[in-house]
């Protein structure tokens, strides 16, 4: 009974946000003048219960048209996951047997994860590992009634590798349901397998693998004894290993990494930069345990040297900064989080030396914890017994970042900015021919964050800007070129206010953009390109309990995903409104984004 009513009462107070009473005016993009009027008194009866939508989803684009049908499927997970608490129980393992109707080669894999929360529950991390490789980082739902569900559909061609024998899945979600959050996800994943050809309109982020054709060996860098396999990273010097042996026919190498950023660190994005022995004044909260600023920077080494590094896209988890913008609608990545391909082919030469090598991952400034892992996807050549090849350039210049700070008190504006361009090159000598590869990498940086009227506003602006060219040589003569561009602007704004009774009541304004760019020239005849837009605006309140903990609020979530290669376009407009779906279009024409604003970039 005791839940039931507390129940009623979270569905009383989630009422009062539906319809949205205190829209906030839609004004030019710097102008961030709030309502502040007090939160609207409550209606004496909770009305009925509000119309919100039960199916979360994350709009993007489809991994298959729906005409094209699988060759076969086959579930591979049904379970409850009741309490799987992080450190005490294990997670769910289960045996995969490739499906014996339809043996590779396939043409492509789909992944589908398909659940439902009971009752309200928060938002939990989860993970699914092929024998210790990770293939999906995702969020469960910050579910605001009971009966949410959800699916995740991805591609996982890539891992094919891993499919092709009896192997062990494990899948990692840390629920952990109490007598207030007492909802318990119920979680089917279903593999389909498909032959022939398939339609090329999929270039989800998430397979953007540098090179088409998937690895022939995928070795885990994972903690192949924890009860997740990712390792759990707390700070900068905590660099986690793995040692594992090359074959010797490797001929090309890379290191895709999966990242996701909690605890201390939740907020790190917006995290202002001070001196350590002032805490994190405002009210406004939203920002790490310690002010170290908002740069965060996943690292790779191979025996300590450095070889590679992504800024990470910042996924905001569905309860992160406003619940309700992201109920129905997930936000970017937040179902799916990307994954980052480090290129390694340089330093082949040194991996295929006999020896075992150890590889290494942290996280530069980070706070605790992150949970992190990787895939070590090798390209073995079937005519050779052994390869050979060295590394013939390294600059890692050092990565110097601009710190500013100017405080007053809680008041006060700091910045960090920086960039860097790294440069490698080797050649592997197989049956192919004696090919040289030169990556150059360079990422920008910056974040800006502000705090003002004592500590009751802040504003955050951060934009991570990377490129990555990659050029493949034979006898001097250029056979390929790679370039992969990404863009990552965010922007927020809260305030902060009394809400009375120890409350308050916090509004944003929230925007994001995850933009990826990638281009290919393969030999003199194969070019292909495709860029994927996806951007999301959000607006609303919350009013935030003494205890830190959301009680009610509203939120209006707008989101544009566009696709586009040489042959195609996919856009698609999802306008929430107060945790209804106003709009949901789909469209194959790019001229519709043009008129919809989409297409500035
Ligand atoms: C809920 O939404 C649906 C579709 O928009 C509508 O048909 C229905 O009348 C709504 N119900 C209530 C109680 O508002
Ligand atoms: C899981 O699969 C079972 C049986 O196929 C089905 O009854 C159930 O509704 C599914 N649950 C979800 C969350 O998809
Ligand atoms: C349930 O868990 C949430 C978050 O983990 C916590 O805030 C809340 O106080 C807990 N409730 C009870 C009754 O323990
Ligand atoms: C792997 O997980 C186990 C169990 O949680 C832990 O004791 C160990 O330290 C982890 N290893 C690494 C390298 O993180
Ligand atoms: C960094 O993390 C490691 C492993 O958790 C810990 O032993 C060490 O004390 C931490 N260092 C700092 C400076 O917090
Ligand atoms: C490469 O590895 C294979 C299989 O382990 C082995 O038979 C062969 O001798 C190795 N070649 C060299 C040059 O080490
Ligand atoms: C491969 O090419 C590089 C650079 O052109 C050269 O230094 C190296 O000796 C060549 N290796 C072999 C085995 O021919």
Redesign the pocket.
């Known amino acids: 009974m005791e839940s039931h009513r507390r129940h009623l009462l979270f569905l009383f107070l989630l009422s009062l946000a539906f319809p949205s009473t205190s829209t906030i005016p839609r004004s030019s993009e710097n102008d961030y003048s709030f309502d502040t009027s007090p939160p609207p008194s409550p209606p004496p009866r909770p009305p009925v219960q509000p119309n919100t939508s039960l199916e979360y989803m994350d709009p993007t684009l489809p991994p298959l048209l729906p005409a094209q049908n699988p060759q076969c499927s086959l579930q591979i997970l049904q379970r409850d996951f009741a309490a799987i608490a992080a450190s005490s129980s294990p997670p769910a393992f289960f045996t995969y047997t490739p499906p014996a109707n339809c043996p590779s080669p396939w043409s492509r894999v789909i992944l589908e994860l398909s659940a439902t929360a009971s009752d309200i529950q928060k938002d939990r991390i989860a993970a699914i590992w092929i024998a210790g490789a990770e293939i999906l980082r995702t969020s469960t739902p910050f579910s605001l009634s009971p009966g949410v569900f959800w699916r995740v559909r991805k591609d996982i061609t890539r891992y094919t590798a891993l499919l092709r024998r009896p192997t062990r899945f494990s899948i990692m979600l840390e629920n952990n349901p109490n007598a207030t959050l007492t909802g318990i996800y119920s979680v089917n994943v279903s593999l389909h397998f498909y032959r022939g050809a398939v339609n090329r309109l999929n270039s989800h982020p998430i397979i953007r693998g540098l090179y088409r054709e998937p690895a022939d060996l995928i070795i885990p860098i994972s903690n192949m004894t924890g009860p997740g396999c990712w390792f759990r990273v707390t700070n900068e010097t905590d660099v986690r290993t793995r040692t594992v042996l090359i074959?010797?026919?490797t001929y090309r190498a890379v290191l895709e990494v999966y990242v996701s950023n909690h605890g201390d660190d939740q907020y790190w994005y917006a995290n202002p930069l001070r001196s350590n022995d002032v805490g994190v004044a405002g009210a406004s909260g939203l920002a790490s345990r310690k002010p170290n600023g908002g740069f965060r920077q996943v690292v790779a080494t191979i025996d300590g040297q450095y070889v590679g590094s992504a800024v990470p896209f910042p996924v905001i988890s569905p309860g992160s900064v406003n619940p309700f913008f992201w109920a129905p609608v997930a936000a970017i990545g937040a179902y799916d989080h990307p994954s980052y391909d480090l290129e390694l082919t340089p330093f082949v030469g040194k991996l295929i030396d006999?020896k075992p090598h150890e590889f290494g991952l942290t996280v530069k400034e980070s706070q605790p914890y992150w949970l992190v892992d990787a895939n070590l996807h090798l390209w073995l050549d079937a005519w050779s017994?052994?390869v050979e090849g060295a590394l013939v350039r390294y600059k890692v210049p050092p990565l110097h970042l601009g710190r500013q700070a100017d405080w007053k008190n809680a008041d006060g504006k700091s910045e960090m900015e920086g960039q860097v361009i790294i440069r490698f090159s080797g050649w592997v000598s197989s049956s192919a021919g004696n090919v040289t590869t030169s990556v150059r990498h360079k990422f920008k940086f910056k974040s800006h964050v502000e705090v003002e009227e004592k500590g009751e506003m802040k504003s955050v602006d951060m934009e991570t800007k990377a490129r990555t060219n990659l050029r493949i040589e034979k006898d001097h003569v250029v056979i390929g070129r790679v370039v992969v561009e990404t863009e990552a602007p965010l922007n927020l704004v809260t305030v902060t206010s009394n809400g009375g009774g120890g409350t308050r009541i916090r509004k944003t304004k929230f925007f994001h953009e995850m933009m990826e760019a990638r281009s290919a020239t393969e030999g003199k005849t194969e070019d292909w390109f495709n860029t994927i837009t996806d951007r999301q605006e959000s607006e609303g309140s919350v009013l935030v309990g003494e205890d830190g903990e959301v009680v009610w609020g509203s939120g209006d979530t707008k989101s544009i995903y566009k696709f586009r290669d040489d042959k195609k376009c996919y856009l698609r407009t999802v306008n929430m409104v107060g945790g209804k779906l106003e709009e949901d279009e789909e469209s194959s024409s790019c001229a519709a984004a043009a008129l919809s604003g989409a297409m500035e970039s």
């Open positions: 074959p010797n026919n006999g017994d052994a």
